[in-house]
């Protein structure tokens, strides 16, 4: 089983990007997935999750600007990213409980500057 992430990308303050996170391999279930990030000197940190039903939660920090979405039939998963403020750049990482398992993808890099 594998993650693949992808969509970062340099971004003007204000701006938007799309993440998307494909999971592959002998996949029985997938239960949440979701987006994490860890910028520079910092901890790894929680931005948003999705349940297998739909539910969602955000950090704080990225309500009414981040949304999360998932399309099961192709074991997706995404993160419109809008209003990017210089404090989003992070390495993104997207992770999902598959089998019973929790995967990582490798990372994608966010960087909001001017």
């Known amino acids: 089983v594998q993650l693949q992430a992808s969509g970062g990308g340099l971004v003007q303050p204000g701006g938007s990007l799309r993440l998307s996170c494909a999971a592959s391999g002998s996949i029985l279930i997938i239960g949440a997935m979701g987006w994490y990030r860890q910028a520079p000197g910092k901890q790894r940190e929680m931005v948003a999750v999705?349940?297998?039903?739909?539910?969602?939660n955000y950090a704080d920090s990225v309500k009414g600007r981040f949304t999360i979405s998932r399309d099961n039939a192709k074991n997706m998963v995404y993160l419109q990213m809008n209003n990017l403020k210089p404090e989003d750049t992070a390495v993104y990482y997207c992770n999902a409980l598959i089998n019973m398992r929790a995967y990582w993808g490798q990372g994608t890099l966010v960087t909001v500057s001017s």
């Open positions: 999705v349940a297998s039903g739909g539910t969602s």
